[in-house]
């Protein structure tokens, strides 16, 4: 019933709403509105270069992910693919849109359906397992300077996330104590069975999965980077290491698909995070929005190819 709910457009909607308003209650509009458009443009062109560099990288790591499991995906098409299902997954339950898409496209363009899926449920382990990572070493260097109770939520969460991201590549394991044997042979089952081989497949490629890792984590401190940069160019007063801490958590809820394109509860969760350290409501509010449209403006380029070519060249 709740998974039904969360599917609903009409739901999320209502969800968003409901949070937008809520944090708009506070807000004076003349000073939101100062905030929004009196970004600098010199930190704001060098917050769009890091998208385009975060989306490179993001695009190597899933080809590195496809050519370890045998798909030999041309370059050109993964590119098209992933920069077309990032548009379309925008319109999508956030996190699992873009996923549901790429994966999708690939098996339509390839006789590796399943592992096409395995490699993006990789992609996406690995990006929230960096995430945790990249937030834990932010909560260690502000410990001190939160409260107790805020300190133990963080950790908790990024205990949960992290346990469960890697959990992942025992797919194979688990399905097969939750399908009965006598079940096996059934068509979902098999085809649930052929899935998490593939995703188990990974736990024998470390090499490729530690340097996946590797870029992961440096996708989502470029996206720290964005956030700074944005954070500078409204001269919101908050050092860096401090984005180490609410950003992780709020790239986290954007994941979560009970919001529509990512406003909504990350923002909230900004906005309560940057409270403590003197940000004013309407700044806060408005650098949360900034950061979620930046992501929108990184999905462009594939509403540019969908138009203009239907199908990747292959």
Known sequence: MIARLLKSTAVRLLITAAILLYLLKDVDP?????????ID????????????IDRGVMVVRWVLLLRSAGVMLPLKSAVWVFL???FVGSFLPAGVGGDAARAYAVAARTAQGTEAVASVAIDRMLGLVAIVALGAIGLAGWAQHLSATMRWELTLVA???????????????VVRVLVPGRHHA?????QLLRLGD??????QRRGTLLLVFALSVAV????????????????????????LVFMPVGLLLMLLPISISGFGLPQGVMVWMLEPVGVRHADAFALSTMIVLL??????????????RRKPVT
């Open 30 to 38: 003349g000073e939101l509105a100062s905030a929004l458009l009196h």
């Open 41 to 52: 443009p010199w930190w704001f062109a060098a917050a769009l270069a890091l998208v385009a």
């Open 84 to 86: 077309v299902s990032s």
């Open 159 to 173: 205990a949960a996330v992290g346990v469960l991201s890697v959990a992942t590549l025992w797919t194979d394991q």
């Open 186 to 190: 059934g068509r979902w089952a098999s």
């Open 198 to 203: 593939a995703v188990g497949a990974y736990r």
């Open 220 to 243: 989502q401190v470029v996206r720290v980077l964005q956030g700074y940069c944005l954070g500078r160019g409204m001269a919101v007063d908050v050092g860096l290491s401090y984005y």
């Open 295 to 308: 992501g929108l403006l990184g999905n462009l380029p594939g509403a540019f190819l969908y138009l203009v």
